[in-house]
């Protein structure tokens, strides 16, 4: 039986709201660096509770707008627990990295995550991948073997928790996507929120911080970014297939390198440049692929 693939333009907004969500993430990874190193560093669980308490509210919010409380009613709420319990080890990894590794090298090792996510699409949802993709796919797996360097003497311990992170959020991703066709995104980003908040409950009281305006500023602004960025990136991956515009997630590489100069000074090291351009350069091929064809 022969399957019609949607034209080219249909996959236009999916794109626009990936290019849009990475955007308003890479700036939430700004306040978010700050944060771990302000005034001696917050305890990422901390950040995470907060941020998430921000957000959960203005959901609460908005709910009369959204549909009200049957928006929330939903039959796969083991689903839901097992997504967002997954999708907490995500933020909570990478934020950590964020402490010891610039922003630069901490997002294009976390791209492990958009590789892994066109594999398990074709493997998990049997989502189509051309040989060229997958070729592409191994040459993303190099550009993060550049940038992290495992076996040489720059290579640092914390990129692991990046690459964690990656796992964690490409299974998230993932997941979001088979659950997509009934689970509206306000649901999926909500009960998102709930979940890593009450994770980062539980350790909260051993590591609490007083928490200065600033400080309170700063988390409200990140949880702000996060809303935009989280429901930009559900709607995304509800618009287009995986192999289309995961890719386009790679335009955080330009704006974490243009954020850690201008905030940190920070300037990538020669073999971190080339893993960049060599994640990049795979990961915009990947999507002129899955586009094309």
């Known amino acids: 039986m022969l399957t019609v693939k949607p034209p080219v333009r249909s996959y236009l907004p999916g794109i626009a709201f990936i290019t849009l969500a990475i955007f ?71 934020f950590t990295s964020l402490k010891y590794l610039p922003l630069a090298n901490a997002t294009a090792g976390f791209f492990s995550s958009t590789f892994l996510a066109v594999l398990l699409s074709a493997v998990v949802l049997k989502e189509r991948v051309s040989i060229q993709s997958w070729f592409a796919v191994m040459g993303g797996f190099v550009g993060v073997l550049l940038v992290t360097q495992p076996g040489f003497e720059s290579f640092q311990i914390e990129i692991l928790l990046v690459l964690g992170s990656g796992v964690c959020y490409a299974i998230f991703i993932l997941m979001g996507r088979w659950m997509s066709g009934t689970e509206p995104t306000f649901r999926l980003v909500f009960y998102t929120n709930l979940v890593v908040g009450v994770c980062a409950l539980l350790p909260l009281p051993w590591v609490w911080k007083p928490v200065s305006i600033p400080i309170a500023a700063g988390i409200v602004i990140m949880a702000l970014l996060g809303i935009a960025g989280q429901l930009a990136l559900t709607q995304a991956f509800r618009l287009a297939p995986v192999g289309v515009i995961a890719p386009f997630e790679y335009s955080a590489l330009i704006w974490s390198t243009l954020f850690g100069f201008l905030f940190w000074g920070e300037i990538p090291t020669l073999m971190v440049s080339l893993g960049v351009l060599v994640i990049a350069a795979s990961g915009f091929y990947l999507g002129y692929r899955e586009w094309k064809h």
């Open 24 to 94: 308003f993430l890479s700036l939430m990874d700004v306040v978010g660096k700050w944060l771990v190193n302000a005034q001696g560093g917050y305890a990422t669980v901390q950040i995470l509770a907060l941020r998430a308490g921000v957000i959960v509210a203005v959901f609460l919010f908005y709910l009369p707008f959204a549909g009200g409380w049957n928006i929330l009613i939903t039959e796969k709420i083991n689903q839901h627990l097992i997504r967002c319990a997954i999708g907490f080890g995500a933020p909570l990894l990478f």
